[in-house]
């Protein structure tokens, strides 16, 4: 099959979340499984910049208010994987990330700005800009590649079938009306069974409504955002199409995320985990954290927001203290979080330390060194973080929703019994709740048989992508 994957992140060259890990690994694992995969991606600087020998394939411009934009190809670096990139300067060749500013807020073009991502994938569909290359499957992520599906849709002859990815519907990407005008596509889209939300339009919306299929980032999100209370009022329209709408769990490229990768100074096995002690007293050291191996080492890899519930972590930070527990946290986000941790490592020198700013090489050596990550999210489409702890051997501590209910394990007397825990899941999204099971584990840490147990068997599991991948391609299936 020919399948083009639109997104607007890819690892290692524009990241500001999974997405980008995802993007970066599901088209290899299905190229592996013998598909012509590409991605279509705009052309931001860290494209641009890291892709080498980008070659002219089409002229495009002047369209959505930039005169200069062509259709590039390359292949990526490391995994030669093929990608279009839409050179856009007068749009995407800015500071900041690929949605806001560098003073946080989002660009007032957006609209523009992603709009042309989804109509360069319809025209590539449409062979208008590489013939040699039709698609049988657009499968849009997110709501940066929204406008996909329905650029597709205005050609009624077309045989590519779209696909859309809902890895965070909180993201809805919501524009005034007076914006549609500018995106070309016929006002009698503009109605509340099409595009317009509410009195104004969302491009998330857009790729719901017109996708053959829809998919979300695990099983239990899929349900969830058919409730009112995540649904972030399109459960409404996600109850309608829930026959064409499926979980698909992500996977983990588990050559990036192993306990053996070249950023984290002693490797080690499920069988052999003593490299990971090493580790961690590394990361004390790093940390400036008392060098202590019996104390717990918690840490956090992790957006600080509300949605990754950092405030009810904050709220319990005295259980994990009382409770003999250091923490590590690397993050970024809401200032006042940030504010709130980099006080919390200041008032509990040694016990505490936080690295505000987003830095990859480090969340490999906090995997690598923590006995236990954090993750109490209100809610997680999927979540990688848990992933990539239980195979570096830290256990996770999630809360019951999304995909932190589908991949961990919740250690009681009964699953610990049959060897089935592979970490901690919390009920209910409070710091109450989160503080007793962050006590738990402190215990339980101590207990070191039992301890390893959990971790070994944590270790062991397996989100590898091939799961995932013959899923998508089942669901492509369906559709040709
Ligand atoms: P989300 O996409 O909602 O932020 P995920 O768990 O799916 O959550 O993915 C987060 C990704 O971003 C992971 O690869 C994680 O390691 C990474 N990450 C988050 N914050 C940072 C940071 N400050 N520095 C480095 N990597 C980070
Ligand atoms: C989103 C979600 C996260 C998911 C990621 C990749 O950012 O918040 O849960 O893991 O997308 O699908």
Redesign the pocket.
Known sequence: MRILHVAAEIFPLVKT???A??VAALPGAQARHGHDTRVLLPGFRGIMAGVPELVPVAQIGPVFGAAAVRLLAGRLSESGLMVYVIDAPFLYDRDGNPYVGPDRRDWSDNHRRFALLGWAAAHLAFGELDPDWLPDIVHAH?WHAGLAPVYIRQNPSLKTRAVFTI??LAFRGIFPLECYGETGLPAELLTPSGIEFYGSFSFMKAGLVYSDKITT?SPAYSREIQTPEFGWGLDGLLRERSSDLSGIL?GVDYSVWTPQDPKIAHAYTAQNPSGKKLCKRMLQKEFGLLRDDESPLFAVVSRLTE?KGMDILLDALSDLLDSGGQLVVLGTGKAEFETRFSQAARAYPGRIAVHIGHNEDLSHRIMAGADALLVPSRF?????TQLYALRYGALPIVHRT??LSDTVVDATPDTIASGRATGFVFDRPDSRTLGARVREACTLYHNKECWRKIRRHGMLQDFSWNDSAAHYEALYRSLL
């Open positions: 979340g999974g997405l890990d995802i997110d890895h965070n980032v992500n949605q997680e489409p999927c979540g990688l999304g995909g």
